[in-house]
């Protein structure tokens, strides 16, 4: 990534920045990464971190697949813009160009967190449009499936109020770390050090504490939209799986249990003790539960 990537990220980081690959849209710089062969796996990542998100089964799936990971606007190494267009409908808009401008008519989807959301507007969007990339397969990982029972943080409720633009340029590493620690965990051990750090550099890169209170904004949106996000999973014939790390105050087993009333045949994974980030907590398990998945056709 030559000199897009700052010095004060962590070897790690810069190793995964570096194996990326860019795409402009309606003017701004989108990062992608891409690698392995096969059948095509979009992986969409969740708030705060970006495609990092996928760093612990990103080589894993690359074996089996061509995976394509994504930062959205607004997240990892994209860019930031203070105007710019943070809603579901344009995150999703913008996976479909990336899809689109990589020559991909389909693929199978793997999401988590903020990802689960624009998974769902993916699918109201092909409802609509059925010239879209054909979406064959859908995994979904810890996110607001059932946009009513998701249960925010404190911090994500004061990001709304007029405190908002005020308060992300103060957050601070201490807040940010005792946030994602609280959902991490479950009834595991902290986070790593190092991973606090990488979603700590990866939360500022590219003055990202400026636009924290319109990016982080997506759950209040998805609530709005609910009828709309789950309506889409319900009158879709995708194949569905959902893998949730159960201990996740969040979207844990609450969320799953909130879906199956409306689905209560889908294939359910879950994770016992193991909080908001599954592929990276529980890693070889949500490796293995989604080769089973995707690749029984």
């Known amino acids: 990534m030559g000199n897009q990537v700052s010095a004060e ?28 062969q096969g059948p095509v796996l979009l992986l969409i990542h969740g708030y705060p971190a970006g495609s990092y ?40 808009q913008m996976h479909d160009v990336l899809l689109q401008y990589l020559g991909i008519t389909q693929c199978q989807v793997m999401a988590s967190d903020l990802g689960v959301s624009v998974a769902q507007e993916m699918l109201a969007l092909r409802q609509a449009n059925p010239s879209l990339p054909r979406m064959d397969s859908l995994i979904l990982l810890n996110g607001g499936v059932c946009p009513d029972a998701y249960q925010p943080r404190m911090i994500q409720r004061l990001m709304l109020t007029q405190l908002g633009p005020w308060l992300g340029p103060r957050v601070t590493q201490s807040m940010f770390a005792n946030t994602i620690s609280s959902i991490y965990r479950g009834d595991a051990d902290a986070p790593p050090a190092s991973l606090l750090e990488d979603f700590w550099a990866l939360f500022c890169y590219g003055q990202g504490q400026a636009v924290a209170h319109r990016v982080g904004a997506f759950w209040h949106e998805r609530k709005a939209l609910s009828e709309r996000l789950l309506g889409a999973l319900l009158n879709s014939q995708i194949r569905l799986c959902l893998i949730n790390g159960s201990a996740d105050p969040n979207s844990g087993e609450h969320m799953v249990k909130a879906f199956l009333r409306y689905m209560p045949s889908t294939d359910v994974k879950r994770l016992a003790g193991v909080g908001h980030w599954p592929q990276i907590q529980a890693s070889e398990h949500v490796l293995l539960k989604s080769l089973q998945f995707l690749q029984a056709r």
Do not use: C
């Open 53 to 92: 998100d996928w760093h612990a089964i990103y080589k894993s799936l690359g074996r089996y697949f061509t995976v394509i990971a994504p930062d959205m606007l607004g997240h990892g190494f994209s860019d930031k813009p203070l105007d710019g267009d943070y809603s579901l409908n344009a995150h999703a």
């Open 9 to 36: 990220l962590s070897e790690r980081l810069l190793a995964w920045g570096e194996g990326g690959q860019w795409m402009s849209w309606r003017g701004r710089k989108l990062f992608y990464k891409k690698a392995g």
